[in-house]
């Protein structure tokens, strides 16, 4: 597995911070290289974060509203894993947490 970070860029000398709009791609699912994942908003300026390279978005660290700063990373990429393999396993872990939590009440 090769995890490749994706960060957001550096930002001018005046902005000391910016917030990030809404994430184009989840968890789970394939990107190509320079394909769009984030735009992020200055009170100058909106970026557009690319993806570094192609693969599957692994983790998003920073969610939808988040303050980030130049060079923070907000999300993972495995260049070497399939769409969906990492998405596959939470529902099977949030369908089995439920079954012990009745069974408790009970």
């Known amino acids: 597995m090769a995890i490749v970070e994706v960060k957001v860029p550096q930002l001018s000398e005046s902005v000391a ?3 990030l709009l809404q994430w ?3 968890a789970g699912e394939a990107v190509a290289i320079d394909e769009i994942l984030i735009e992020i908003e200055t009170d100058k ?6 993806a570094p390279s192609a693969g599957v978005i692994t ?4 969610a939808d ?3 980030v700063v130049s060079d923070q990373v907000i999300a ?10 990492v998405a596959a396993p939470a529902p099977a872990a949030a369908a089995a947490a439920p ?3 009745a069974a ?3």
């Open 76 to 85: 993972k990429i495995d260049t070497e894993a399939a769409a969906g393999a």
């Open 24 to 26: 184009k791609k989840k």
């Open 99 to 101: 079954a012990p939590a």
């Open 45 to 50: 300026v909106v970026l557009e974060v690319p």
């Open 65 to 67: 509203g988040g303050t």
């Open 104 to 106: 408790a009440v009970a």
């Open 17 to 19: 911070e910016a917030t």
């Open 59 to 62: 983790e998003i660290v920073v």
